[in-house]
Structures are given as structure tokens and as C-alpha cells.
């Protein structure tokens, strides 16, 4: 053999080698049938607000507690347990109804009512002579004559005026301001957050943010740790959650401004303050009452 055939051979028998030896690769099977449905986050549970029927009571659900139904009512726990004549506030049962508005409403106004006075019985003028200087009949004449003699006023029936409400009243001279200092960390998102989370400092001081009564001090209310209740007026009330302490009592008179708990995290992740204001039971805003800062 030359040299050059030889060289041929050799590179043949190489490649044939080098082909035995490589690993195939197969192309990729893709699968065309039913294409998978992309994940998606799951939406947020938007938690139910609570409702009672026309007559004002309320179906107990998994979960309740007297105070829960109270707080989400904008009632006095106490209040509850007197319509609804419980031995034990503790032990109410699912299903079981609940009397959540008073008896006879609760902004039902007294209406007292006065004698009213009789008139005078009219008294029928004697006749008398007619009058020597009497005048020729116009219109004129006839208006001077009956302007001394009291028309008769047909009667209007008297529609009673509708009653306001008591609390529109104290409503509008309330005045608000913010329970404490710090940035604000969480705003309102109803259905997620019912109020404002204010970051802070442990034992940094909170205030009641207007005039009113607390209604409740304790930590009765799964979820909100040490909470405040003050009711400012028949439909609004301001909630203070997570403290580290309180500082007032149930059935305190407390001003706007004055001390009524200290910032924690009682049943939260972080040292702040959950505050939420209510109206007819009902979470609201707290920047529509509260000052722009």
C-alpha cells in the first residue's frame, strides 16, 4: 500500500470509532396535548362582615365569642348579656341567636307629651244699631270692614316633626386626633385590615383619640392582644389593640388626648398599634375622622 491510501483507511476506521463510542442525543419529546394551566395566587379571603336580621338578632357562627359579637355590633358586651338573658357569657352555642340591638332599638327617643290648651269659647258679639256713616259698597269698603274681625283660620292638621337621631349631635362636635405617634405601617383595607397599624416603640404612650366611655378594657378578643374600647356616641366607637398595658377601666369617662394603654405587641408580630373606629358596628376609614398630619 502508498502512503497515501493507507493515511485514507486509517482516518475511516478513526471515525467509525469516534461514531460507536458518542452518545446519542434525542431530541426533546415535547407532549401537545392539553397545554397545564397556570398557577395563580389564590385570591384574598375577604372575611364576611357579620349581619343580623331586621328584628336585630344575630346567628352565633364557629368562632364566636360574646365579646367578638359585641366589638363587631358596636355593643357593650354587658348589654348582650342582659337582652339575652345568659347565665354564663361564655357558653353560647352555634346556631344559637343572639339579641345584638336593645328590645325596643336603641336610639329610641322619649317622647313626653303636654296638655294642650284649650281655646277660649268665642264669644258672639251683641248685635247693635247699624252705623249712621255708612259707606258705598266696594271692595274697599268691604276690606275696611272685616279688617276688626279676626278671619277664621281653617285648621292645620299638626304633622309631627320626625326625631333626630341623638347621636348626630355628639357626632359633630367630636374631635379627633391621633391615638399616637409614628409612621404608619398598614392603612385601611376593608375585608383585610379594618383600621391603621402605627409602628412604635414598646411602652410609647397611646391616647384615646376623642371624648367618650370605655366600653371594654381587657383581652377577651382573639386576635387583638390588649385592647381598649371607648364609645364616643350611640353609633362610633375607636378600638386600641396590642398593648403592652392599659391604663384605664371599663366604664371610665376618658378625655381626647388622655392616657389609656401603652404601645406593645400583645398577639402581634411587632411592637405597634392597631386602631380602628366603628360606626353602627361597622369598621370605617379612620382618616376621614382623623387630622391630616
Known sequence: MTQAPRFALLSILIGLVA????????????????????????????EEAPKHDERGMYTVRKGDTLLRIAFDFGQNYRDLVTWNNLANPDDIK???????????????ATVQTQPVPMPPAATV???????????????????????????????????P???AAPAAGDEARLSWMWPSEGRVIATF?????????????AGQPVVAAGSGKVMYAGSG??????????????????????????????????????LIAEMGD?????????????????PVDPTRFLPVR
Not at 274 to 280: L, M, N, T
Open 19 to 46: 461514531g460507536c463510542s458518542t452518545t446519542s442525543r434525542q431530541a426533546p419529546v415535547v407532549e401537545r396535548g392539553a397545554i397545564p394551566a397556570q398557577t395563580r395566587p389564590a385570591p384574598a379571603r375577604v
Open 189 to 201: 383595607d376593608d375585608g383585610r385590615n379594618k383600621g391603621l397599624d402605627i409602628a412604635g416603640k
Open 221 to 258: 378578643i382573639r386576635g387583638y392582644g390588649n385592647l381598649v374600647i371607648v364609645k364616643h356616641s350611640n353609633s362610633l366607637l375607636s378600638a386600641y389593640a396590642h398593648n403592652r398595658k392599659i391604663v384605664v377601666k371599663e366604664g371610665d369617662n376618658v378625655a381626647r388626648g388622655q
Open 94 to 108: 352555634v346556631g344559637q341567636v343572639l339579641r345584638v340591638n336593645g328590645p325596643g332599638g336603641e336610639r329610641t
Open 125 to 159: 258679639p251683641r248685635k247693635t244699631e247699624p252705623r249712621v256713616d255708612k259707606k258705598p259698597f266696594t271692595e274697599g269698603a268691604v276690606a275696611d270692614t272685616r279688617a276688626g274681625v279676626p278671619a277664621a283660620t281653617p285648621a292645620v292638621p299638626v304633622t
Open 266 to 282: 400583645s398577639d402581634a408580630d411587632l411592637v405597634k398599634l392597631h386602631f380602628e373606629i366603628r360606626q353602627q358596628g361597622k
Open 161 to 163: 316633626a320626625p326625631a
